[in-house]
């Protein structure tokens, strides 16, 4: 009893500090409005520091792995890593297509996920694509990034986050918003069944698969920057904010009427 | 909101205007449909990816983006505000040092490429510019999203998932610069060296 009420007191205390943080990216967001210019990252200094770190972590561990990963385990096992993975995600990605103002959307992916954890032998099999039900990656970064009003290349302050990576002050927060209302890990820690077993085993896969996927990309920007760290900032802040337009994009009413006007062209 | 909306409004009719301006400025002689443009450069690439390999490759590849792209103008802008401040000579350094590096750099990207397709999208005029989007249809695994920024009868910019090459070579080299005493010679011989290796 004891157990729960602390936990859920912790619970409670994250979930303030999560707020508190959003308030200052939306309040950092109108006042620095740099545009597409320069990435504003005031804590260079430190994130240059962590960053060598986890460099030193992913060329001793993760890309060693994930090149085994990669190279060793048959591909369709991949896919149905991967596939588990993905639909143990749908949840987070359904919770934030409402907040994106997307319910039907947001119906989708729940009915994927049902589709997928039944039919689909606990998400191995990715059935319900084969029904016509596409599959959808949202998560709180985005969220925050569709209704901010800034242009989306401005996420706040650059963070790099110990062994996660680059990320910025919007999407860190994202990041801690999905962890919260995450049902997997809510359903894992209530029930107290090796908490920690289970969710280090499911994040450590996850950096593997996702590690596994990003090695050629990665190794490429390496080897063709003078200042990787500076150059991996640029992309990942143009790859966010491309994900965010095409985002902003897509729920744009005009946008929306250009292009069934389009598709009415083409039929 | 409706501040924002007119000046969009100003800047797409002086893009209008330029483009007015520039178009018979090119001629009939030069293919001028950037969809037309981008197609035959992919298929150019495709060619020399399929039938050579190390220095030849590279050479051949650093013929297309000099008769394709418009090196000065990449490269110039991703020198940004520090173009001005270097002498004629480090100029001149530096746009020979990126076109080996990027001929050096496709020519191994596409190496480990193989039996891709590229897919033309949609077309559309954008800032006194044409974007031609595109998909990267690879063997495996989801299509790349390509985008090409095509001014006149060159391209001037690829955007890969919405990562600009002139956007990340600009903050690239310009971290560099700062963290070099803010000249541009350190750079340049930089560059130049990796050229060699």
Not at chain 2, 11 to 34: E, K, T
Request: hydrophobic share 45%.
């Amino acid at each position: 009893m004891i157990g729960v009420t602390r936990a859920f007191a912790a619970s409670i205390r994250r979930s303030i500090v999560a707020v508190a943080l959003a308030g200052t990216v939306v309040g950092g967001c109108a006042s620095g409005d740099t545009g597409a210019a320069e990435v504003w990252d005031p804590l260079e200094t430190p994130n240059r520091f962590i960053f060598s770190i986890n460099r030193a972590v992913d060329l001793i561990a993760l890309r060693p792995l994930a090149v085994m990963y990669r190279d060793l385990v048959p591909e369709r096992a991949q896919t149905g890593v991967r596939n588990v993975l993905d639909n143990l995600g749908e949840p987070v990605t359904a919770i934030n297509e409402v907040f994106q103002g997307d319910p039907n959307r947001a119906a989708t992916t729940m009915a994927r996920f049902l589709v997928n954890s039944t039919i689909g032998v606990a998400g191995i099999f990715d059935v319900a694509s084969s029904f016509g039900l596409e599959r959808t990656k949202e998560d709180f970064g985005k969220t925050i990034g569709l209704w901010a009003g800034v242009e989306p290349e401005n996420g706040g302050f650059y963070l790099m986050l110990p062994a996660y990576g680059p990320s910025n002050a919007r999407d860190g927060t994202g990041l801690m918003m999905d962890y919260l209302v995450d049902p997997f890990r809510i359903l894992t820690f209530n029930l107290a069944i090796d908490w920690d077993v289970w969710q280090i085993g499911r994040y450590g896969m996850n950096a593997v698969d996702y590690r596994s996927r990003t090695i050629f990309a990665l190794d490429d920007l390496e080897k063709n920057s003078v200042d990787y760290y500076a150059a991996l900032r640029s992309a990942y802040t143009q790859n966010r904010a491309d994900q965010i337009r095409e985002k902003r994009e897509k729920t744009n009413a005009r946008s929306e009427l250009e292009r069934r006007d389009n598709l009415a062209l083409v039929r | 909101m409706p501040n924002l909306a007119s000046r969009r409004v100003v800047f797409q009719l002086v893009a209008a205007a330029a483009m007015v301006v520039a178009v018979p400025a090119v001629g009939p002689a030069i293919a001028s449909d950037p969809a037309q443009l981008v197609q035959s450069t992919a298929q150019q690439v495709i060619e020399i990816v399929k039938t050579k390999t190390g220095a030849d490759r590279q050479a051949a590849i650093l013929g297309v983006l000099q008769s394709r792209f418009d090196m000065p103008a990449m490269a110039r802008a991703a020198l940004g505000t520090h173009w001005n401040t270097a002498t004629e000579q480090e100029r001149a350094r530096f746009l020979k040092a990126v076109a080996t590096a990027e001929a050096k750099a496709y020519s191994e990207r596409f190496g480990q490429y193989g039996g891709q397709t590229l897919t033309i999208g949609k077309v559309t005029p954008r800032n006194g510019a044409t974007i031609v989007d595109s998909r990267l249809n690879q063997t495996s695994g989801p299509p790349i999203k390509l985008e090409w920024e095509v001014r006149g009868d060159r391209i001037t910019d690829v955007k890969v998932e919405g990562v600009s090459m002139v956007m990340t070579r600009r903050s690239d080299f310009n971290s560099y610069i700062q963290s070099h005493g803010g000249k541009v010679e350190p750079l340049v011989s930089e560059l130049e060296a990796r050229a060699a290796r």
